[in-house]
T-cell receptor, first 113, second 110 residues
Framework: DAGVTQSPTHLIKTRGQHVTLRCSPI?????VSWYQQVLGQGPQFIFQ???????GRGNFPDRFSARQFPNYSSELNVNALLLGDSALYLC????????????FGEGSRLTVL | QQQVKQSPQSLIVQKGGIPIINCAYENTAFDYFPWYQQFPGKGPALLIA?????SEKKEGRFTISFNKSAKQFSLHIMDSQPGDSATYFC?????????FGKGTRLHILP
């Protein structure tokens, strides 16, 4: 069975641009969470979606948005990119909203120049 | 209040030794405490987890000790191997989100 897949794996953007990151959860999983991991730090919670509805939002500005599609895949959008947005963006899926067991993808490495 | 404090930042242990990673928290609303292991270039993977009504949990060579009154918990790795070299994150669940510590980079010497 395929694990959580994320695309693209690497991308380079310039300040002020917009980026869209995509995630396909494990088959049967209905919840997707997004995390930002800055080098040398632990993952920081950005969003959780369950059954296409936002269930939680971390302490990130409104430039960050996300959505979940009927097939449970998800997109993370970041507008007006800043240098500080450079990070590994991790997507995690779980079968339910509050299971505690997250299955992570390998992430999308975003570099903002 | 929503932080999980993890120590040490890095740890070097000889093969066969028992590395211990410690975590502390303040928020008593946390109701589930997982540990994740991350290898370079990979996403974190769930290693072992414990609920606050249990004082110890063992899975293979990995043991979590949990002290609810002190609001502390720790990970012990028995008979450590070079393949255990990775970054370890303690975490805690609050509502629908998992909050991670800053991580411990563990290196097991052969």
């Amino acid at each position: 069975d395929a694990g959580v897949t994320q695309s693209p794996t690497h991308l380079i953007k310039t300040r002020g641009q917009h980026v869209t990151l995509r995630c396909s959860p494990i088959s049967g999983h209905k919840s997707v969470s997004w995390y930002q991991q800055v080098l040398g730090q632990g993952p920081q919670f950005i969003f959780q979606y369950y059954e296409k509805e936002e269930r939680g939002r971390g302490n990130f500005p409104d430039r960050f948005s996300a959505r979940q599609f009927p097939n449970y895949s998800s997109e993370l959008n970041v507008n007006a990119l800043l240098l500080g947005d450079s990070a590994l963006y991790l997507c995690a899926s779980s079968w339910g909203a509050n299971t505690g067991e997250l299955f992570f993808g390998e992430g999308s490495r975003l570099t903002v120049l | 209040q929503q932080q999980v404090k993890q120590s040490p930042q890095s740890l070097i242990v000889q093969k066969g030794g028992i590395p211990i990673i410690n975590c502390a928290y303040e928020n008593t609303a946390f109701d589930y405490f997982p540990w994740y292991q991350q290898f370079p270039g990979k996403g974190p993977a769930l290693l072992i987890a414990i609920r606050p009504d249990v004082s110890e949990k063992k899975e293979g060579r990995f043991t979590i000790s949990f002290n609810k009154s002190a609001k502390q918990f720790s990970l012990h790795i028995m008979d450590s191997q070079p393949g255990d070299s990775a970054t370890y994150f303690c975490a805690a669940r609050l509502d629908d989100k998992i909050i991670f510590g800053k991580g411990t980079r563990l290196h097991i010497l052969p």
